[in-house]
């Protein structure tokens, strides 16, 4: 079995600004195989690494992307909630991040962001998988959406790039459903991610990439199940975890591993589903 892989989830977001090149760098830095982005386009055709369609929570502007152009959105300083370690950051655009992905021989991760976005994504993710295929990076590169139909549009369109579906609960025979849209992995929330579940993927010969695995019992869980990729904010623990041989890992004290660690600042799933939530239903009152 291949050794797991670690995929910074907005970069090493725990510790900098989420989807800042700063992330990207300390991910590196921390052992992180590879990257995992949502992007974005701006006014004027740019694509743009951001999570949100707005850059209200990660930086001091206000308003959607798509309403700036990329010198505008450069102009906005983009570390919020890092202001004490990092005086200023930028939004970074995908050209950037592909050239990191190439110079340091990452994996990257381009999730297609359609519950916390009002845009349609598929257009841009076309245009996002040309420009990996003009680097030369189609082999390192993957696409992953909770639109199964998106991914597998991509797919036709570009054969070698690989595909991953995303999902919360769990799927009735997911790694045959995986084969229907020829996606080569599932991404499911972590705590659906079971032993009996990996193992019909697996007979399937399809891979799981759990999302968003922080907490030190959910790495160490992740691992002994045979997951092949976790996504996490915070590689260098993950990284120190898949390293430890199989005994010392299972006789771990978690809270005096932990306590090694710089405190975790990070914008979960729920919270970002609960704000989209909010302000649906205030559009709609």
Not at 103 to 128: G, K, M, P, Q, V
Not at 196 to 209: C, E, F, L, P, S
Request: overall charge negative.
């Amino acid at each position: 079995m291949e050794q797991l892989k670690i995929w910074a989830h907005r970069g090493a977001s725990a510790y900098a600004p989420e989807n800042t090149m700063e992330a990207f760098e300390l991910a590196v830095q921390q052992h992180a195989d590879g990257l995992d982005i949502t992007i974005h386009r701006t006014k004027d055709g740019e694509i743009v690494v951001i999570h949100d369609d707005t850059i209200d929570r990660t930086s001091n502007g206000k308003g959607e992307v798509a309403d700036y152009t990329l010198a505008e959105l450069k102009a906005f300083n983009f570390n919020a909630g890092f202001e004490d370690k990092y005086s200023r950051t930028e939004i970074p655009t995908l050209h950037e991040v592909l050239e990191l992905v190439k110079a340091c021989e990452l994996e990257l991760n381009i999730e297609e962001n359609i519950i916390f976005s009002d845009h349609d994504r598929t257009t841009i993710s076309l245009d996002a998988a040309k420009l990996v295929q003009e680097y030369g990076l189609t082999e390192r590169v993957s696409f992953s959406s909770f639109n199964h139909h998106s991914m597998a549009q991509i797919k036709q369109a570009f054969p070698v790039i690989r595909t991953g579906l995303l999902y919360l609960e769990g799927l009735y025979n997911g790694g045959e459903y995986a084969k229907t849209a020829d996606a080569s992995a599932l991404h499911p929330f972590f705590i659906s991610v079971t032993p009996d579940m990996v193992t019909k993927a697996h007979n399937a010969g399809i891979r799981i990439h759990a999302w968003t695995v922080n907490e030190v019992a959910a790495v160490k869980s992740m691992i002994e199940v045979g997951a092949d990729v976790i996504i996490t904010d915070c590689p260098d623990i993950c990284a120190d975890l898949r390293d430890m041989d199989i005994h010392t890992r299972k006789d771990l004290d978690d809270q005096k591993f932990r306590a090694n660690y710089d405190e975790v600042k990070s914008y979960s799933f729920m919270q970002s589903l609960y704000t989209k939530m909010a302000k649906n239903q205030s559009q709609e009152g």
